[in-house]
Structure formats: structure tokens, C-alpha cells
């Protein structure tokens, strides 16, 4: 199982970005799906979940400002994240939840106020 996620980089407070998970090795459209992120000096946190049925959690910081979304044929996961905060900055890694579980490698987001 590989996750690839990417679209991470420097932005200006109040901009967007938009993360992208391509997965493989699994069959994508029976997993829920995750963003997680972790800032310098703090726990790993979840951002945004998004199961085959069902409804999207969102962590209060996030919400109404990134949403998280999937294109199982592509087998892809994306955050879109607007209105960017300095205290978004993180490094942001997704994750199949289903167990046992699959992290893919982080990508860094960086909010410059």
C-alpha cells in the first residue's frame, strides 16, 4: 500500500492550498479516508474524515474553511483549504483508517501571516 500526498508549500495568510492523497495497493473506494496534521511542538491531530457512506467530520479549527473529498476512480483523497491561518501551519499526512491502518508521508504546509 503507497499513499502519495502532495500540494503542500508557502502561502500568505488568507490564501488556499489544495492537498492531494493518490493511493495504491488498496481498493480505494472501501476506505475511509483521513487528514491528519501535526505543528511543530504539538500532537498529531485529525483534520478532516471522510467515509465511503456517510457524513465528513471536520475538526472546529477547519471548519467551514477546508473541505475534504474523494474521486475513487482516481483513487484520490484532496483537502482544499481556504482562508489560511498562520496556526494552520503543519506538516499534513493522510491515512487509510480502515485497519490496520496506512499513513502516507507528510507534506508541509507553511502559512506566512
Known amino acids: 500500500v503507497q499513499l502519495q500526498a502532495s500540494g503542500g508549500g508557502l502561502v500568505q495568510a488568507g490564501g488556499s492550498l489544495r492537498l492531494s492523497c493518490a493511493a495504491s495497493?488498496?481498493?480505494?473506494?472501501?476506505?475511509?479516508l483521513a487528514w491528519y496534521r501535526q505543528a511543530p511542538g504539538k500532537q498529531r491531530e485529525l483534520v478532516a474524515r471522510?467515509?465511503?457512506?456517510?457524513?465528513?467530520t471536520y475538526a472546529d479549527s477547519v471548519k467551514g474553511r477546508f473541505t475534504i473529498s474523494r474521486d475513487n476512480a482516481k483513487g484520490t483523497a484532496y483537502l482544499q483549504m481556504n482562508s489560511l491561518k498562520p496556526e494552520d501551519t503543519a506538516v499534513y499526512s493522510c491515512?487509510?483508517?480502515?485497519?490496520?491502518?496506512?499513513w502516507g508521508q507528510g507534506t508541509l504546509v507553511t502559512v506566512s501571516s
Open positions: 491515512k487509510v483508517e480502515d485497519q490496520p491502518g496506512y
Open positions: 495497493g488498496i481498493i480505494f473506494s472501501v476506505k475511509t
Open positions: 471522510i467515509p465511503v457512506l456517510g457524513s465528513t
